[in-house]
C-alpha cells in the first residue's frame, strides 16, 4: 500500500487532502482513481491515516479518512544520530539508512578534521535536499514520522544540544573490550533518548574527545576493525534497534 504525507492541518475530521508533488504522483506515475486505498500519516503522532481516495483534482487529491491505526512502528526511544559531514555524497546514504534503521532525527556535525566546508548558501540547499531524502525514506520504510536532518552544528554544539540525553554513545577507534560495549547496548531501556556520535574520516582530534567525555559520552568499541564513517552510524542504529525491538517482542 502506498503512503503520503500531509501536514496535520490536512487532516479535517474525516477529510484528508493531500496537495503538492505527491498530487501528480498519485495522478500520473501511479495512476490511481477514486475508491482505492492509501496509507497517510502526519509525521508527528505516529499514527496511519488509512483512507479511501473520493476525487482527484488539478492541485488536490481529497480523500476521505477510514480508519486509524497505532500499532506502534515506531521505535520506543528517540535516537539521534550526530553525523560528522563526510566527503562527497555519503550524508545523502547515511540519512536514507539511518531513517530506515529508526533514527529519530540526523544532526550533521563538522567537527575540526571534516573535509567538507559547508558555506550558507550551500548549507540552504543542502539541508532542503537531505530533508527530501529523508522523507523518501520514511515513506519508503514505512516510517509513521519524517525524521528531521537538523541544521548543521559545531561540535560544541552537538555536545551542548546532547548533553541532557539518556545515553550517550561515542564510537572511537582506540576504545577497548566489546564487552563494554555489550553492556551499554543491553542496558538501552523504551523512552530514553540516545545519542550517537560518529566522527569524520579523519578521525576526532584528542580535544574533541575529551570534550565529548567531559558531556558524558562514553567512548565504545565496534569491534577489531575500523569502520567507515557511513558504516559505524548503521552498525550502532541496527544494535539499538535490535535491542529495543527484542525488548518489546518484535
Known amino acids: 500500500m502506498y503512503q503520503f504525507f500531509v501536514e496535520p492541518g490536512q487532516i479535517q475530521g474525516k477529510t484528508v487532502t ?4 505527491d498530487v501528480n504522483h498519485i495522478k500520473n506515475v501511479l495512476r490511481m482513481r477514486p475508491g482505492e486505498e492509501i496509507a497517510v500519516s502526519n509525521g508527528v503522532d505516529g499514527r496511519e491515516y488509512r483512507c479511501g481516495i473520493e476525487e482527484i483534482r488539478e492541485d488536490e487529491v481529497v480523500c476521505t479518512l477510514r480508519f486509524i491505526k497505532e500499532d506502534g512502528l515506531e521505535l520506543p526511544s528517540r535516537i539521534y544520530l550526530f553525523q560528522c559531514l563526510p566527503k562527497a555524497d555519503k550524508m545523502e546514504l547515511v540519512i536514507q539508512k539511518a531513517v530506515e534503521l529508526g533514527a529519530f532525527a540526523v544532526v550533521p556535525v563538522a567537527a575540526k578534521r571534516c573535509v567538507v566546508k559547508l558555506d550558507a548558501k550551500k548549507v540552504k540547499s ?11 525514506a520514511a515513506k519508503q520504510s514505512k516510517r509513521r514520522i519524517v525524521p528531521e536532518v537538523m541544521p548543521v552544528m559545531s561540535m560544541q ?9 539518556d545515553v ?9 573490550g566489546m564487552g563494554k560495549t555489550k553492556e551499554l547496548i543491553a542496558g538501552i531501556r523504551p523512552g530514553q533518548s540516545i545519542a550517537v556520535f560518529i566522527g569524520p574520516e579523519g578521525g576526532f582530534e584528542d580535544g574533541e574527545v575529551e570534550a565529548a567525555s567531559e558531556c558524558g559520552f562514553v567512548p565504545v568499541t565496534l569491534g577489531r576493525r575500523i569502520l567507515r564513517t557511513e558504516t559505524a552510524g548503521f552498525t550502532v542504529l541496527a544494535w539499538i534497534m535490535y535491542q529495543l525491538e527484542a525488548d518489546q517482542g518484535v
Open 157 to 165: 554544539e552537538a555536545l551542548h544540544f546532547a548533553k541532557d540525553m
Open 126 to 136: 543542502k539541508l532542503a535536499r537531505w530533508q527530501g531524502i529523508a522523507e523518501s
Open 168 to 176: 550517550k554513545l561515542f564510537p572511537y577507534e582506540l576504545a577497548e
Open 18 to 21: 493531500i496537495t503538492g508533488s
